[in-house]
């Protein structure tokens, strides 16, 4: 028997120890909350409460990278970087999408807040950054993405 296979056998019943002793739970793993307003939302001032933001700060402490014209709207590019101190959470909207909160990612102290997605454009639309902060203060920030064959259709 080599090597490997025994650290897998190893591996595997541990892992099934602790399952058994009820110490390993695979749903913990799935504990993050699901933001159902938001991503249900139908319209850019829906998603945005959803989000709990009551007013958005523009600011330009918040870098959009995204092509000024993405020639297929069904992968376009897009990175978000804050440079807004504590940030907590970066999410991602698609002014013009059917849904339009595309999506949002809750940020670690200690971490550099950066978000990079692909997202899916159906038409030219700003998408917009809305960046929360520790102080419970909501920054934004967006950029134009000209779509020449929308990725919805």
């Known amino acids: 028997m080599n090597n490997r296979r025994r650290s897998f056998l190893a591996i595997a019943g541990g892992a099934g120890a602790l399952a058994a002793a009820g ?21 850019y001032t829906d998603a ?7 007013s958005l700060i523009e600011t330009k402490d918040i870098a959009i ?10 992968v376009v590019p897009v990175a978000i970087t804050s440079k807004i101190p504590n940030t ?11 849904f339009p909160l595309a ?10 807040p950066y978000a ?6 159906g038409q030219t639309s700003n ?10 203060k909501f920054y934004t920030a967006a950029k134009e993405v000209k779509v020449t064959v929308g990725g919805c259709g």
Do not use: H, M, Y
């Not at 390993?24 to 249900?40: D, I, M, S, V, Y």
């Not at 990079?116 to 454009?121: D, I, P, Q, T």
């Not at 998408?127 to 419970?136: E, M």
């Open 23 to 43: 110490l390993l739970k695979p749903g913990a793993a799935q504990a993050a909350t699901w933001n159902k307003q938001g991503f249900e939302a139908k319209a």
């Open 65 to 74: 990278t995204a092509p000024d014209i993405a020639e297929n709207g069904a």
């Open 127 to 136: 998408v917009r950054a809305v960046v929360k902060a520790a102080d419970g």
């Open 88 to 98: 907590q959470s970066i999410s991602i909207i698609a002014e013009k999408n059917p």
């Open 103 to 112: 999506a949002t990612f809750d940020v670690a102290g200690g971490v550099e």
């Open 48 to 54: 945005v409460k959803g989000l709990g933001a009551s």
């Open 116 to 121: 990079s997605v692909r997202l899916k454009l």
